[in-house]
């Protein structure tokens, strides 16, 4: 079996893998064994080459990383400017012509340290937005591996994506790969569309594979999963503490979120206190429980996101806390993936309300850690990749504040038999398209591909 090359920003830097996409390639390697590349934590220089920082059932390996590439490139470019236009806030996207320089240094650079460290059977696999130029960098290094490339973010519509002063440059990036992967049909359809507007990519008849210039590439959907048999073991072993520790007067309701401006916090507080308003007499006393680690907190949107959610927060609750409830409880620091796992099992209803996300794996999550004979209710905003498969929830728009109340007094409501068709119908595409079989799908597709 060809060795499995695996790159992406972060990897885990310990045992304990916290965050979607580094957990999801963590179960991957350690069944599939191979090595991962991340960057280092950031230092005074970028000198020197790739540096092992762990063995086992996969080897780790680090590029350096200089405090101003990462200001630049990772904060910068990446963050301020490639997240918000890829989540369709182009009013937040910043731009700057270094950020960019940065960016694409940094991707060259490592190109160069990859390239020495490949074997010819290597099957490489490039993970996010961080590395959209790497294949063509190492292309230029002529390197003629198979290279794939997975989008863990949504794919922007056109419109979106031309305020990128970049952005003309990625036929040429996107092409370099083998396989271009995305999460959803939605995502495919909007990178195709893009494509086809450019003029310069040109759709072959067999087997839908694209073509610019003399490189011909594919473009397909892998929506990622969660390992499901894992969390529903860790959420049943969990719960009878957790559910101790986690006292309330009446339903839970749970929010699990990097605190980031795409998952709709703002609205979906927002939405509690509409519900509070409007559809609760006072003798019901629901708990809404948000856990929103602060996340990339040196940028200032994200600073502006806390400050926005503190005051919303502190507004809902000012208007509706009595002597002994407090609506809204919201815990900022990280939580243990077990305890997660067992909370998702304790609530009543999960709110899960991005603008946009590529999948949402807290969705998926939520499913796996349910007790099939109770099962909690999942509340879905119809801008998640996770709605593409999971027709079960009881989808919302989360720019309609006044439907996640709705919403939550519908599923507060909901009849058990109703709760276990719902479940049901999730829980099927849940445990089958887990992890492993995202991985697997992926890498099959990948191999089955002829090299260009
Ligand atoms: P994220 O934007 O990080 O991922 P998500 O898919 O929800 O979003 O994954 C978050 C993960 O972090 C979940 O596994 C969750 O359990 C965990 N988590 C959240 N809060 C935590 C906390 N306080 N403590 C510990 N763990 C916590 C990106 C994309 C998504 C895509 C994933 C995977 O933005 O759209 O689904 O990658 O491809």
Redesign the pocket.
């Known amino acids: 079996m060809s060795r499995l090359v695996v790159i992406s920003n972060r990897l885990p830097k310990d045992d304990a893998p916290?965050?979607?996409?580094v957990?999801?390639l963590h179960e991957l390697l350690s069944e599939r064994g191979g090595i991962w590349i991340g960057a280092d934590d950031p230092s005074d220089d970028n000198r020197g080459g790739l540096k092992q920082i762990g063995s086992g059932e996969y080897d780790r390996f680090v590029f350096p990383l200089s405090h101003a590439e990462h200001e630049k490139y990772y904060l910068g470019y990446a963050n301020s400017a490639l997240w918000p236009t890829f989540h369709s806030r182009r009013d937040l996207m910043r731009h700057r012509a270094d950020w960019f320089a940065a960016y694409y240094d940094v991707n060259s650079r490592i190109a160069t340290l990859i390239a020495e460290a490949l074997e010819s059977d290597d099957i490489v696999w490039i993970h996010d937005y961080h590395f959209l130029p790497l294949a063509s960098k190492l292309r230029d290094l002529k390197v003629s591996n198979k290279i794939g490339f997975f989008l863990?973010?949504?794919f922007p519509s056109t419109t979106d994506i031309s305020a990128l002063p970049e952005h003309t440059m990625l036929p040429e990036w996107l092409s370099a790969y083998d396989l271009l992967g995305l999460?959803t049909k939605r995502d495919v359809a909007a990178c195709r569309e893009y494509l086809r507007q450019t003029g310069e990519v040109e759709l072959l008849i067999s087997g839908g594979r694209l073509q610019w210039r003399h490189r011909t590439f594919a473009i397909n959907s892998f929506p990622?999963g969660?390992d499901a048999v894992a969390i529903s073991k860790a959420a049943q072993s969990a719960h009878a503490e957790v559910a101790a520790q986690v006292k309330t007067a009446g339903p839970l309701i749970l929010g699990?979120?990097?605190l980031?401006y795409?998952?709709g916090l703002i609205q979906r507080v927002e939405g509690f206190g509409r519900y509070l308003d409007f559809y609760n007499s006072g003798d019901l006393r629901p708990t809404y429980l948000q856990?929103?680690?602060v996340s990339r907190g040196d940028v200032t949107a994200y600073q502006d996101i806390r400050q926005q959610l503190d005051e919303m927060a502190g507004s809902v609750n000012g208007s509706h806390a009595d002597l002994d409830w407090t609506p809204i409880r919201y815990?900022r620091?990280?939580?243990?993936?077990d305890v997660?796992a067992a909370l998702y099992r304790h609530a009543d209803i999960c709110l899960v309300t991005?603008l946009a996300?590529?999948?949402?794996?807290?969705?998926k999550?939520f499913i796996a850690a349910q007790d099939p004979e109770d099962p909690g209710v999942l509340i879905l905003s119809q801008f998640?990749?996770?709605a593409e498969q999971m027709e079960g929830a009881l989808p919302v728009n989360p720019f309609d504040t006044d439907g996640i109340a709705a919403a939550i007094a519908k599923a507060i409501s909901m009849p058990l038999e109703e709760r276990k068709d719902r479940y049901r119908s999730q829980a099927q595409s849940v445990f089958s398209e887990d992890i492993a079989w995202w991985g697997q799908t992926y890498l099959h597709r990948l191999m089955d591909l002829h090299a260009a």
């Open positions: 916290a965050g979607g996409l957990f999801a863990h973010i949504p999460q990622i969660v699990v979120d990097r980031d795409s998952k856990i929103a680690p815990v620091r990280n939580v243990s993936r997660i991005p996300d590529g999948m949402n794996l807290v969705a999550e998640a990749g996770a």
